[in-house]
């Protein structure tokens, strides 16, 4: 069984200070995490991926998570908001077994960030 | 370019009535998938389907149909069992692999009448 739980479903930021989603999650097995962004009446796209590589992921758009299994934690962040940011943001995570959970993905509840001038 | 196409983008409802939510890729994804989308709740996956002829329940599948006939295609039928089914519904597909990530289509919004 997973889950994964984002805290805080609204997030608010001045342009050009650090922008930091939380999210954490839980796996029976290794897990793999995403992150994704969804614009008003869209669909999401992908800003990054964990797939057990390098702990720290580097995405699009200056986006970064660090995945911390003691903390099981995968928390997004960007250092200098931008008024093109405020979106709707989601995490993912999908287990690292095979059969039918493969590509199967859990999301949390998401966390909307508004980006003030 | 490739993507997923869904259609229509509005779609509205009368009761007692099924409605089907089209959804075509042209990525050559084998694996696709149907989500609910409602306010604060994130998406809850309906169906999801790894192969051509074959599909899944997902978590919240009552009140719905699929089907799986051709790779680039997967309908999604909402039936009149659904007694709630105004939504944003967002089709899916992805690789089958080691965990690929899911590209979304722009979604539909169904309402009721």
């Known amino acids: 069984a997973q889950s994964v739980t984002q805290l805080g479903s609204h997030v608010s930021v001045s342009e050009g200070a650090l922008v930091l989603l939380r999210c954490n999650y839980s796996?029976?097995?290794?897990?793999?995490l995403f992150w994704y962004v969804q614009y008003p009446n869209q669909g999401l796209q992908l800003l990054l991926k964990y797939t057990s590589a390098a702990t720290l992921v580097k995405g699009i758009n200056g986006f970064e998570a660090e995945f911390k299994k003691s903390e099981t934690s995968f928390h997004l962040t960007k250092p200098s908001a931008h008024m093109s940011d405020a979106a709707e943001y989601f995490c993912?995570?999908?287990?690292?077994?095979?059969?039918?959970?493969?590509?199967?993905?859990?999301f949390g509840q998401g966390t909307i960030l508004t980006v003030h001038p | 370019d490739g993507g997923i196409t869904q259609s229509p983008k509005y779609l509205f409802r009368k009761e007692g009535q099924n409605v089907t939510l089209s959804c075509e890729q042209n990525?050559?994804?084998?694996?696709m998938y149907w989500y609910r989308q409602d306010p604060g709740q994130g998406l809850r996956l309906i169906y999801y389907?790894?192969?051509?002829?074959?599909?899944q329940k997902g978590d919240i599948a009552e009140g719905y149909s699929v089907s799986r006939e051709k790779k680039e295609s997967f309908p999604l039928t909402v039936t009149s069992a659904q007694k709630n089914p105004t939504a944003f519904y967002l089709c899916?597909?992805?690789?089958?692999?080691?965990?690929?990530?899911?590209?979304f289509g722009d979604g539909t919004r169904l309402s009721i009448l």
């Open positions: 990525l050559n994804h084998d694996a």
């Open positions: 796996s029976s097995v290794p897990p793999y």
């Open positions: 993912a995570v999908s287990s690292n077994a095979g059969g039918t959970s493969y590509g199967k993905l859990t």
């Open positions: 899916a597909s992805s690789m089958v692999g080691v965990s690929p990530p899911q590209h």
């Open positions: 389907s790894q192969i051509v002829n074959d599909f």
